[in-house]
């Protein structure tokens, strides 16, 4: 048999954790604390979403398909109608479902739709929402430096104006 090693329990102080220890935790800490508020704030959304959307109704969905195919669109992303939000966004995590205002039923204008429509779908195309999600991964990583902070805010502003450019370029506009 092998003899098993014996534990000798001393007074001795345990170690202090140095510099960089403390820095690996309070990192860990960081990154837990930020992940967590974004997971929370992700999974409210997502439900509240579903509790809230509604399908277009039929002439619309119609319409809006008419436009996508005008667009060379062949698969049309999902579409619903919101009540309570005040502007069209796209939420998803990899291509994302189009999210309109209930107040859009009531949009009579075809260029002002198709402008809207052209923006939002231009963040699909471009898989905006997987882009958001990796910004969202680096922030939750690098939590502690401003720059990362401030780039992302530069990202999301500049998806914007390409998404805007996208659409003018689409309709052919000035």
């Not at 170690?15 to 999974?43: C, D, M, S």
């Not at 399908?55 to 996508?68: V, Y």
């Not at 939420?91 to 052209?118: D, M, Q």
Request: positive net charge.
């Amino acid at each position: 048999p092998v003899p098993r090693p014996t534990v000798q329990i001393t007074g001795e102080k345990p170690a202090k954790l140095t510099t960089r220890q403390w820095l690996g935790l309070a990192w860990i800490a960081g990154v837990t604390a930020f992940v967590l508020l974004a997971i929370t704030k992700a999974l409210r959304t997502e439900f509240w979403l579903k509790r809230e959307r509604k399908l277009l109704p039929d002439g619309l969905q119609r319409d809006i398909e008419n436009i996508f195919s005008g667009f060379g669109i062949r698969i049309s992303p999902r579409l619903w109608l919101v009540e309570g939000i005040s502007q069209p966004f796209v939420w998803g995590l990899i291509r994302g479902s189009i999210y309109l205002p209930g107040s859009f039923t009531k949009v009579n204008a075809a260029g002002h739709r198709r402008g809207i429509l052209g923006h939002e779908l231009s963040h699909v195309l471009r898989f905006d929402a997987m882009v958001n999600l990796l910004q969202v991964i680096a922030q939750a990583i690098f939590w502690f430096h401003p720059f990362v902070w401030w780039a992302n805010k530069r990202i999301r502003t500049a998806r914007e104006k390409c998404c805007d450019e996208m659409t003018i370029a689409r309709l052919n506009a000035q």
